[in-house]
């Protein structure tokens, strides 16, 4: 399909398959007469490749970014998709997992991955909401000396995130937005 983006496939993919109505709470507790499940296409074999390009072309202007990540486990085929997509690009850049808590063995760590210390980073996330998840990734990375550059999301709810991820200083970027999927913000 000639002029058909990455996005475009994915937006797509996302009306077909993710956009469940009814009625849902949300993280914030408020009701929805829709939920947008993008774990259902995170692990599936034809988005994970098209959720990896759009993600490397969200945040392709980022100069010497060294890994993308998140709050498990929203964010772990994100980044893995990201790691992979971007490999094929030619790019080096590395995934970490955010523990929602600190390990009580072994090393006692809540980041996995790559050391984060003194490096640009990229927190991911499939829909936002509150912003809840990836603040609390940017609070974690913070403590181990990232340097948090941008928050990027597939799917931006309109329902507040990217104010209070601006508030933490973080840049807030959205790849689709709900007027893509033919959705009214709630």
């Known amino acids: 399909m000639v002029g058909v983006t990455a996005r475009d496939r994915l937006i ?30 995170s692990l599936d074999h034809r988005a994970a490749p098209l959720i990896g390009d759009v993600l ?79 603040l609390k990734a940017i609070e974690a990375l913070r403590k181990v000396g990232a340097e948090v550059v941008a928050v990027a999301v597939i799917v931006d709810r309109a329902t507040g995130a990217q104010a209070a991820i601006e508030a933490a200083g973080v840049e807030y970027r959205a790849a689709i937005t709900l007027d893509d999927l033919g959705l009214e913000p709630q």
Do not use: C, W
């Open 56 to 134: 490397l072309d969200l945040i392709a202007d980022i100069p010497d970014l060294a890994a993308v990540g998140g709050l498990t486990m929203g964010a772990d085929p994100l980044a893995n998709a990201v790691l992979h997509r971007g490999l094929a690009r030619g790019l080096e850049v590395d995934a970490f997992v955010v523990r929602k808590e600190p390990k009580d063995h072994g090393r006692g760590r809540q980041i996995e991955g790559p050391d984060l210390a003194g490096k640009r980073v990229v927190v991911l996330e499939d829909t936002s909401t509150t912003g809840g998840s990836p």
């Open 12 to 41: 797509q993919l996302i009306r077909d398959e993710a956009v469940f109505h009814g009625d849902f709470v949300l993280t914030s507790g408020k009701r929805a007469s829709y939920y947008i499940d993008l774990r259902k296409l």
